[in-house]
């Protein structure tokens, strides 16, 4: 890669690799850091290249091997090996600053950049306080000792990497705890595309006539992975319990996909849930249209999009508090819960966001402050500043 002489464009902007292992490009890959990536990258300037996974099954010269996503692969073994299998398609980009939304990619660089294999700032992006294991999909992961190492690996990169994007105070908090400098730290939730996640008339007709859903009916919606984590059981246990008339629309794919269909076919209500699948991204703005509120029950959370996505459609949220998720939604844009609830407690929620008059413009202002161009414009910014100390041996 370029020695530090070299760094920064003539215009004091910085040369700008952002290593991601879900590729904007690709319309299946719907969750945060995609959906984040597609905020971003309209606004994005000259200088930048996200180097990601293809949005297909291709090997081409400007991406990172084939898509992963949605493949049932360890991908937190099998991204970074790639990557540095890889490593001349990122040399020849020759970047000033290297920014991450790998955990296991953002380690893998600070390693080459200490065995003195390149001189790149590296600008690490954390996307939540949870130590990632704890819910990892594969069993193995959550096992022994791992947790604890992976804790301890997560801590000597936040130490070695020159900045750290945290998405909420939790993580300004464990950065702190971990000796990171607040110099060193800058906030930014999250960036949603409000331009093409807004209220759309026609794009809710359309949804609802598709799935077969009543114009009439009020549609409770869930998007994400389909996950222990994400707890859709309390949700196919709450409508029950409500009060008639509500139907479910949950998107997304994962594991748990098959015994929750059938969870689903045997209760009361089964003729009022439905399963999408995975949509792409063209669709979702779609199924955020066709919903009157989106529910997030789950035991974990950084600073979900999705959230983000709903509030920019016009749509409140009822979600537990966890993660970020109390910097994003106040009294005007949803109701906040207990992580602890029950069913019967996330169904009386439920009823009562149904019967609220709620402001879709209110709402939709809320997500306006987390737009694309309001993101870049600050991480350009903090890049120069970083890619010149860089330059100036820090």
């Known amino acids: 890669m370029k020695e530090r002489g070299e760094a920064l464009l003539k215009d004091g902007s910085a040369r700008v690799v952002v290593i991601a292992e879900a590729s904007p490009c690709d319309p299946l890959a719907v969750g945060g850091v995609s959906g984040f990536l597609r905020a971003i990258e309209s606004a994005s300037p000259p200088g930048w290249v996200i180097l990601a996974p293809s949005a297909d099954s291709s090997d081409s ?20 090996l790639r990557l540095l299998r ?3 398609r990122l040399a020849r980009l020759r970047p000033d600053v290297l920014y991450t939304h790998s955990n296991e990619a953002a380690m893998l660089l600070c390693l080459l950049r200490g065995l003195g294999l390149f001189h790149a700032a590296i600008v690490h992006h954390q996307h939540g306080s949870e130590n990632p294991l704890t819910y990892a999909t594969f069993r193995l992961g959550r096992m022994l000792f791992l947790p604890g190492l992976y804790a301890a690996m997560l801590k000597g990169l936040h130490r070695s990497a020159d900045h750290i994007i945290v998405i909420d105070r939790k993580c300004l908090e464990m950065n702190i705890r971990w000796g990171v400098p607040a110099g060193r730290m800058t906030l930014l939730p999250n960036a949603v595309d409000t331009g093409v996640y807004r209220p759309s008339r026609e794009a809710r007709h359309a949804f609802r006539r598709k799935w077969g859903i009543p114009d009439t009916a009020f549609l409770f919606a869930f998007a994400g992975r389909l996950e222990e984590v994400k707890r859709i059981h309390l ?21 748990l ?27 979702m703005p779609s199924f955020y249209a066709a919903a009157d509120c989106l529910v997030l029950p789950s035991a974990a959370e950084g600073v979900p999009l999705v959230i983000l996505e709903a509030m920019a459609t016009g749509i409140p949220v009822v979600a537990t508090q966890v993660g970020g998720v109390a910097d994003l939604l106040g009294p005007a844009t949803g109701l906040l819960l207990d992580p602890s609830l029950s069913a ?16 879709p413009e209110k709402i939709r202002a809320e997500a306006l402050s987390h737009s694309g161009q309001v993101a870049v414009s600050l991480l350009e910014g903090l890049f120069a500043e970083v890619a010149g100390k860089v330059r100036g041996g820090r």
């Open 257 to 283: 996909r098959p015994g929750l269909e059938r969870h689903a076919a045997s209760c009361s209500a089964a003729g009022h849930i439905l399963f999408t699948g995975p949509l792409d991204s063209d669709e």
């Open 61 to 80: 010269p400007d991406t990172l091997g084939p898509s992963l996503y949605l493949k049932r692969l360890p991908h937190r073994i099998v991204f970074p």
């Open 86 to 88: 890889l490593f001349g």
């Open 344 to 359: 019967r407690d996330l169904a009386k929620a439920m009823d009562l966001s149904r019967k609220r008059q709620w402001d």
């Open 235 to 255: 949700l196919l246990e709450a409508l029950p319990m409500m009060e008639e008339g509500a139907w479910l629309a949950v998107a997304g794919e994962g594991s």
